[in-house]
Each structure stands twice: as structure tokens, then as C-alpha cells.
């Protein structure tokens, strides 16, 4: 495994993040622990999670699964860079929220807090991270209550998922102006197929010393040999299948497919590697659910792109172009 630090920090991550969505809802909990074992055994030690996964599972349950394999000891907790989120309410489908009970108030922001170290058993987490930007409290509310669970040891460092470059800015510069460290990290949409990010978002965080945390790097599936999965046994569904309905978006993929069978590369595999070597890019979240899955994000690791199978990827997918000159003169 290869490692870099996260942003500005001191802390050392590996090249992928371990996503955990799917823990739960689509793989068992002995299936996680498994999977969460060959990822810290081949040396992924940032896994990602947040207090409203587990969907069909239960809000949280997730964080119970992951709590559960802490539990097992041999040293997993310190091994282990744990990152999860706050913004979304804990109140099951369908049942009215609770004024308080979302969003990033200091009083939520306490409260989801205490509940997702009971849930990871666990006293501190590494990177509490703000769900979606909150319109509604002031970034000094919510700066002054990472800084005490910063004091209490609670939280080490805090990061954001789904800010735009803007609000990137005013958060660190408001944290700046209090004496707070700011955000360390950006969890973002990025991929082969949606290059929006590199407008406004990654250009912010590389001035903040933001670590940049892509997610969705197979884009639901579209990057990962969708087209020949349609036309194996398996099919492609969800965002994947929606993508594919539009013959612009089916012919850039069968051009991208075509292009990676040329050069016997796997396209999850490429899409992930493509990644790797974007500017201001720490570590993209893969979300295995089997084996096979993680063993093919490792891979892409390792897998070094030639120059021209980088400039064959961008006549495919091109980016938006350098920021401000791609919207301005």
C-alpha cells in the first residue's frame, strides 16, 4: 500500500479509503469484518463511515458493525484512521424529526457525537466531518463545538463532504480568525465521467491544505465495465443503467471500454488509477461489497497509466479545464 499525508496534517493515510456504506444493507456483518480485515491487512488504514448508514439496516447500523470489529481487538482501533459524519437525522423512515436532531447545531453536533462512539465503540474518532453544508448555523457555532470536543479529546481533526469551494474557504477562514484548525479534508464527487470538482472545489482545497476525498469514483457502477456487464450475465442497474439510457454518455463509455480492451486494463481498475494521479487528490472511498471487489481497488494501487492512455482519457471524459480560464478569459 501507498501512503500520503492527509492535507496539511501530520496524519499519514493510505492511497484508498474504505468505504462502508454497503456494511449493513447489502453485506452481512461477518462479510464486513471480513472485508475490513483484508483491507487493514493490505494496509488500508483510512475507512470511512457515517452516523445515518445502514439504510435498509437501520440508520446507524453501520457504525455498529464497525464498532463490533473494534471490538475483536488485535490492535484494529489503532490502526485504524476512522472518519464518519454528521448532518442527517437518526429517526427512522418515515417518523417526524425532531427539532435539533439534524443538521450541525452545537447541540446536535454533541449529540450525534456521543451517539457514534457508542456505536464504534470507540472514545475518539479521527475525522468528524459535516454531511452537507448547514445554510441555517453560523460556521462560529459550529467551530466553537469542534473545538471543545477537540479539547475533550473526542475528535481529532474535523472535514467536510459536499461543500462547495466556497464555503471551503469561509469555513477555514472563519477557523482561522478563532484559532481553529479548519477542515482537513474535502469528500467530494469526482470521477472520470464527472470532473465538476475541479472548477472550484479541489482549487479551494489545495490553497486550505484540504485533503481531497473523492466519492463515487466508478460513478454508480458506469466505470466499471458497465456495458460489458450488460451484455454478460449480470446488468447494470441504478445510476449506471439511468447513464447508460443517454447514447452520448453510452458512447463515451463504450469508447472508454474500448480503449481500456485495447490496452488490457480492467476500467474499474483505470478509473480508480486515473484518480491516484489527479492534483490535490489523498485517497478515493471504494465501497466494496465482496471480496473480489477489494481485490480489484488494491490492484489499482499499483497500476501505473502511460502518459498517452492519460491524454486517451481526457478526449473521452475532458475536465472542465484550468479554473478561472475555463469560464472566464
Given amino acids: 500500500m501507498r501512503y500520503t499525508q492527509l492535507g496539511r496534517t501530520g496524519l499519514k493515510v493510505s492511497r484508498l479509503t474504505l468505504g462502508t456504506m454497503n456494511f449493513g444493507p447489502f453485506t452481512n456483518e461477518p462479510d464486513s469484518h471480513s472485508l475490513m480485515d483484508t483491507a487493514l491487512d493490505a ?5 470511512d463511515t457515517a452516523n445515518v448508514y445502514g439504510q435498509s439496516a437501520g440508520k446507524g447500523r453501520t457504525e455498529e458493525i464497525i464498532g463490533t ?3 475483536q481487538g488485535g490492535e484494529r482501533r489503532d490502526k485504524v484512521v476512522l472518519a464518519t459524519k454528521v448532518y442527517g437525522n437518526m429517526t427512522a423512515d418515515g417518523e417526524p424529526v425532531w427539532p435539533n436532531h439534524d443538521r450541525l447545531s452545537a447541540l446536535n453536533i454533541r449529540r450525534a457525537v456521543e451517539g457514534s462512539l457508542k ?3 470507540t472514545d475518539y474518532i479521527d475525522i468528524y466531518q459535516f454531511h ?3 445554510r441555517h448555523t453560523p460556521i462560529e457555532e459550529i467551530w466553537q463545538a469542534v473545538d471543545v470536543l477537540v479539547q475533550q479529546g473526542k475528535i481529532l481533526y474535523a472535514g467536510s463532504s459536499n461543500f462547495p469551494g466556497y464555503k471551503i474557504a469561509q469555513a477555514n477562514e472563519v477557523a482561522a480568525r478563532r484559532g481553529s484548525y479548519g477542515l482537513v479534508s474535502e469528500q467530494c464527487l469526482y470521477n472520470l465521467a464527472v470532473r465538476d470538482a475541479e472548477t472550484e472545489v479541489i482549487p479551494a482545497s489545495q490553497e486550505y491544505g484540504v485533503g481531497v476525498i473523492p466519492w463515487s469514483p466508478l460513478h454508480g457502477g458506469l466505470l466499471g465495465g458497465a456495458l460489458k456487464k450488460q451484455e454478460g450475465a449480470r446488468r447494470s442497474g441504478g445510476r449506471a443503467a439511468a447513464e447508460l439510457a443517454k447514447p452520448e454518455v453510452r458512447a463515451q463509455v463504450q469508447a472508454y471500454e474500448d480503449l481500456l480492451d485495447k490496452h488490457g486494463l480492467e476500467p474499474g481498475e483505470v478509473a480508480l488509477a486515473w484518480l491516484l494521479t489527479r492534483p490535490g487528490i ?7 461489497r ?6 480489484s481497488a488494491l490492484r489499482a494501487v ?3 497509466l502511460s502518459p498517452e492512455l492519460l491524454d486517451s482519457l481526457d478526449e473521452i471524459f475532458p475536465g472542465p479545464g484550468p479554473s478561472p480560464e475555463s469560464f472566464a478569459w
Avoid at 43 to 47: A, K, P
Avoid at 282 to 288: E, Q
Avoid at 290 to 295: G, I, R, V
Fill in 43 to 47: 494496509g488500508v488504514n483510512y475507512f
Fill in 69 to 71: 470489529w473494534f471490538a
Fill in 119 to 121: 456505536r464504534l465503540q
Fill in 132 to 134: 452537507h453544508i448547514d
Fill in 282 to 288: 489523498t485517497a478515493p472511498i471504494v465501497g466494496p
Fill in 290 to 295: 465482496t471480496a473480489e471487489q477489494l481485490d
Fill in 302 to 304: 499499483e497500476l501505473e
